[in-house]
């Protein structure tokens, strides 16, 4: 039993990783609160948990109802690109306005809104559901009871290894951000690629 939970478990934590590494607006997020050094614990602790309730969820079987039901797939679809297109905006202001960089970069932003954009990057992401829930969940048919229950917490194990070590890797860039330029560019960077992954979900609809 140990030597076939052993390689279950690194199939889930390799494929895990490969797939959060791929979501690029929450990634974006968790960089930038690391950087100001803002509620880090607790948004990667959101971000690593949330993936760890879809993945068992996915490994259950809640993936293949999902797959099943392109309707709600669609109503995610629609309010994850509004979202992220809403969250474009307000970086693409950032970059403009130096004194919102110096406010941002020196003061204490609040929990309640960091939990709740946190939240929308997770769960208003279909690419979370389509990866994580269906992909992962499908995947492991492949193995059996205890093997399957391995290849679910290497998958878990992979997204608290990612959000913990970017969000509190980031510091070590700070260095880089101390000028106001830097943190123009960094904004301009996350506005841009929330667009484009609005746009991309945008056109699944059509």
């Known amino acids: ?4 939970f052993f390689p279950a478990a690194l199939s889930g934590f390799l494929l895990g990783a490969s797939l959060i590494i791929a979501i690029g607006a929450q990634n974006a997020f968790i960089l930038r609160q690391g950087l100001l050094r803002q509620h880090v ?14 993945i068992a969820a996915g490994v259950a079987g809640l993936g293949t109802l999902i797959s099943q039901s392109p309707i709600l797939i669609n109503v995610v679809t629609i309010g994850g690109a509004i979202f992220l297109f809403s969250y474009a905006i307000i970086a693409f202001r950032r970059a403009m306005k130096p004194d919102v960089l110096k406010a941002a970069n020196a003061g204490e932003g609040s929990l309640k809104a960091a939990v709740a ?12 559901y389509l990866d994580t829930v269906v992909l992962l969940g499908s995947l492991s048919a492949r193995f059996d009871g205890p093997d399957r229950m391995a290849y679910g917490l290497g998958a878990a194990l992979a997204s608290f290894v990612w959000f913990f070590g970017l969000g509190y890797g980031a510091r070590l860039l ?16 996350i506005g841009l690629v929330m667009a484009a992954i609005g746009v991309s979900l945008s056109s699944r609809l059509f």
């Open 1 to 4: 039993m140990i030597a076939n």
């Open 41 to 54: 614990f607790i948004l990667c602790l959101i971000c690593a948990l949330s993936d760890a309730v879809l």
């Open 117 to 128: 954009a946190c939240l929308a990057f997770t769960f208003l992401n279909p690419h979370v």
């Open 174 to 189: 700070q260095p880089i951000f101390a000028k106001e330029s830097a943190w123009r560019v960094l904004d301009i960077l």
